[in-house]
C-alpha cells in the first residue's frame, strides 16, 4: 500500500473526532526528504551519525529518513505530543489500528483518564483492533465488536469513504 499524505491525514483527522480530542490539538504529518541522502561512489561505505535527544530537549518532530514511510503527529497545547511511524508495507486497516491506538493513549492521558470511545455498558473504552480485515472498535473484554448502538455489529474506526490515497 502506498500511503499519502492527505490520505493519512484524513484518517488521522476522523480518529481525533472519534476520540473527543481536547480542543487546540494540531496534526501534522511528516514526509521524508530522501533527496536529502548523500551519494557514495561504488566501493566506498558510508557513515551515519544519529544524535537522539530526551527528555523534551528536541525543537520539534523529527522527520522519519527512512523513505517508503510517513511520521504523524499529534500536538496538544501543552507542548506534549506524539509521534506515529507509518511504513508503506502496512495494510490499510493496520495503518488505521496504529493511528487509533497511538492517539488513544494520548487522548486519554490528555483529558485525565477520559474512556474514548466509549465501550457499550463497560466503564473501560473501546479498543482498537483489525476484525475481518477492517479496523474496529472492540471491546477489549469480551473482543465483541460494537455497532453504534451497542448491538454488536461491526462499529468501523474509518467511517469515511474512499480507497487508499483518495481523500474526501
Known sequence: MELTAASTLTWAREILCQLGAP???TLEVLVPDVSAEPEVRYGETAFTSRLE????EADGPSVPDQPNCLCVVLAFDDGVSTSVLLEDSLAEAEVVV???EQFQDSVLEHTGGVPAPPCPGHI????AGVVDGEASWTC???GSR???DGSGRT?????????VGQTT
Open 98 to 100: 496504529l493511528l487509533a
Open 53 to 56: 535527544i530526551q527528555d523534551g
Open 23 to 25: 480542543a487546540g490539538c
Open 124 to 127: 473501560h473504552p473501546a479498543m
Open 155 to 163: 462499529r468501523p474506526i474509518r467511517v469515511l469513504p474512499g480507497p
Open 140 to 142: 477489549p473484554q469480551s
Open 146 to 148: 460494537h455497532g453504534r
